[in-house]
Nanobody, 117 residues
Framework: QVQLVESGGGLVQAGGSLRLSCVASGSIFSLNAMAWFRQAAGKQRELVAAIVGGSRITYADSVKGRFTISRDNAKNTLYLQMNNLKAEDTAVYYC???????????WGQGTQVTVSS
């Protein structure tokens, strides 16, 4: 069993930056796929960024060029660096990990990101 705990959310002005972290209680080495999802109020949860097999990275079109996903297996941590934040990035951000594909498996409790315009 793996528990995922996110941190790093908060309130930031448009154009600012935040770095989200997701720490796993156990080893994330077995989690082949890890991802960040987000859910804005009244909307469905959507994929923000995913990293599969340590090197295959996918980004939502809306965040390409602004967000960077990375993982540090030695620290059992997944990161999401978010730059040039926009009001539409406001959402609860969730960490996700699975042995095969993102969107399944383990989920964190979420961290709120609010971007003021």
């Amino acid at each position: 069993q793996v528990q995922l705990v996110e941190s790093g959310g908060g309130l930031v002005q448009a154009g600012g930056s935040l770095r989200l972290s997701c720490v796993a209680s156990g080893s994330i080495f077995s989690l082949n796929a890890m991802a960040w999802f987000r859910q804005a109020a009244g909307k469905q949860r959507e994929l923000v960024a995913a990293i599969v097999g340590g090197s295959r990275i996918t980004y939502a079109d809306s965040v390409k060029g602004r967000f960077t996903i990375s993982r540090d297996n030695a620290k059992n941590t997944l990161y999401l660096q978010m730059n040039n934040l926009k009001a539409e990035d406001t959402a609860v951000y969730y960490c996700n990990g699975d042995t095969q594909t993102y969107g399944l498996g383990y989920w964190g409790q979420g961290t709120q990101v609010t971007v003021s315009s």
